[in-house]
């Protein structure tokens, strides 16, 4: 059984600052690309940031220069540090992970974090 929990979501003022965190736990051979998510209310989810097992990074248009994604492969971490918030980016944030475990490789999300940018 493998499963991705998450942490580190909260309520923050515009311009402010979160980390959000997922982890990896469970039967796991090894993780290939993690990504995070994000749904904002009647809207569809959107890929914000996926990052490679080799740490090669890729952003939305939306939140480049101001999010950053990156991995702790000892951990199967995968952390999402958000600056400079704007209310737009309040929405529910979930990750996602590549996951080969002892009976082959499927898909796995997190129960989802909620973040919301407001003064």
């Known amino acids: 059984q493998v499963q991705l929990v998450e942490s580190g979501g909260g309520l923050v003022q515009p311009g402010g600052s979160l980390r959000l965190s997922c982890a990896a736990s469970g039967s796991i051979v090894s993780v290939n690309s993690m990504r995070w998510y994000r749904q904002a209310p009647g809207e569809q989810r959107e890929l914000v940031a996926t990052?490679?097992?080799?740490?090669?990074?890729n952003y939305v248009d939306s939140v480049k220069g101001r999010f950053t994604i990156s991995r702790d492969n000892a951990k199967n971490t995968v952390y999402l540090q958000m600056n400079s918030l704007k209310p737009e980016d309040t929405a529910v944030y979930y990750c996602n992970a590549e996951i080969w475990y002892a009976g082959g490789r499927s898909n796995y999300w997190g129960q989802g974090t909620q973040v919301t940018v407001s003064s």
């Open positions: 990052i490679t097992s080799t740490k090669s990074a």
